[in-house]
T-cell receptor, first 113, second 113 residues
């Protein structure tokens, strides 16, 4: 399978705990994106990497959120001190350029209880 | 502030007929538009895109039309097939080289056999 891989698929955590998600993009793609989707909404942009450089960040990405792509390959998204409002589907995508279409992974569904 | 609007939450059509999905936008700085399809429990899949310098783009059964003066685009699927049943998202990118996509809330298409 050469698509975008996200792990874990599901995560249930208690409020106040830290969580980390991983995304493995399509190998030749230099661009990697994180989006968040809540019920009944479209995906909302969180951040974007070109290779290892984080070039765009949404103001949705509060101080509790951090994303890395240390070697320009896989990426991690960490949420510290989770809140119930963080419950959502976290989507990762990769591409060779947004105008040619990004390939999305299946997402990580986070539930904060 | 919903910059990309899909005002129809759902659409039902008969197999073989045309499906028309609509999208309106408010930001005249958008220069590229994309349509994504999403099946349950999967990430969105890129379908087709159009640059703001064009008014039509066609790919097989899928055609996207852009009316810049009305800030309106539509996706036509002809003929519709049951496998097209999914949620369709319209997305837009601001000019200036941003990689951020702004998504609408989606329209659920059901194609009845």
């Amino acid at each position: 399978d050469t698509g975008v891989s996200q792990n874990p698929r599901h995560k249930i955590t208690k409020r106040g705990q830290n969580v980390t998600f991983r995304c493995d993009p399509i190998s030749e793609h230099n661009r990697l994106y994180w989006y968040r989707q809540t019920l009944g909404q479209g995906p909302e942009f969180l951040t974007y990497f070109q290779n290892e450089a984080q070039l765009e960040k949404s103001r949705l990405l509060s101080d509790r959120f951090s994303a890395e792509r240390p070697k320009g390959s896989f990426s991690t998204l960490e949420i510290q001190r989770t809140e119930q409002g963080d419950s959502a589907m976290y989507l990762c995508a990769s591409s060779l350029g947004v105008t040619v279409g990004a390939f999305f992974g299946q997402g990580t569904r986070l539930t904060v209880v | 502030d919903q910059q990309v609007k899909q005002n129809s939450p759902s659409l039902s059509v008969q197999e073989g007929r045309i499906s028309i999905l609509n999208c309106d936008y408010t930001n005249s700085m958008f220069d590229y538009f994309l349509w994504y399809k999403k099946y349950p429990a999967e990430g969105p899949t890129f379908l087709i895109s159009i640059s703001s310098i064009k008014d039509k783009n066609e790919d097989g059964r899928f055609t996207v039309f852009l009316n810049k003066s009305a800030k309106h685009l539509s996706l036509h699927i002809v003929p519709s097939q049951p496998g097209d049943s999914a949620v369709y998202f319209c997305a837009a990118r601001k000019q200036g080289g941003s990689e951020k996509l702004v998504f609408g809330k989606g329209t659920k298409l059901t194609v009845n056999p």
